[in-house]
């Protein structure tokens, strides 16, 4: 007798976010208020152009600057998964550290902890691609008890 993976049912009423996101028109949705939100961000922490792009997974330049000037079209799912958990990181930032000038600077900060190995998070969260993005974010959630 074969035996079929099942896959997880979400609460009544509510749809499980991975049968929602990948279709093309709630990623078109999702896409110009995550890239506003994410060059905000970026302004804030002080990235430069290519610190952005590492963060977006490397798009071409002249992609980076259409999505830049609001020529964005409908974003990956990678792509719109990296803005989530850099916007995750900002939050958890501003939760953990009430001063925001210290939220903003501490992603370029020297961190003892073990997953930065004395570097900042900043080089983590790009040099370690999609899961550097989520290390950190599961980190600083646990940091802030949002998992609990």
Not at 14 to 22: D, G, W
Not at 27 to 51: C, D, H, K, Y
Request: aromatic share 10%; hydrophobic share 40%.
């Amino acid at each position: 007798m074969e035996s079929r993976a099942r896959r997880p049912v979400a609460p009544r009423g509510l749809l499980p976010l991975t049968s929602v996101r990948p279709e093309p028109e709630v990623r078109r949705r999702l896409s110009g208020p995550a890239l506003r939100t994410f060059f905000n961000i970026a302004a804030g922490w002080g990235l430069t152009v290519n610190e952005q792009r590492g963060l977006l997974g490397w798009p071409a330049a002249s992609t980076f600057h259409k999505y830049k000037s609001g020529e964005h079209g409908t974003l990956s799912f990678d792509t719109l998964t990296r803005l989530s958990l850099v916007i995750g990181i900002y939050k958890s930032l501003q939760v953990l550290y009430p001063e925001s000038r210290f939220a903003d600077a501490w992603v370029r900060m020297p961190n003892s902890h073990p997953l930065f190995g004395g570097g900042p998070a900043l080089t983590v969260m790009i040099d370690g691609g999609i899961d550097g993005l989520f290390r950190v974010r599961r980190l600083l959630d646990g940091r802030r008890g949002a998992w609990n």
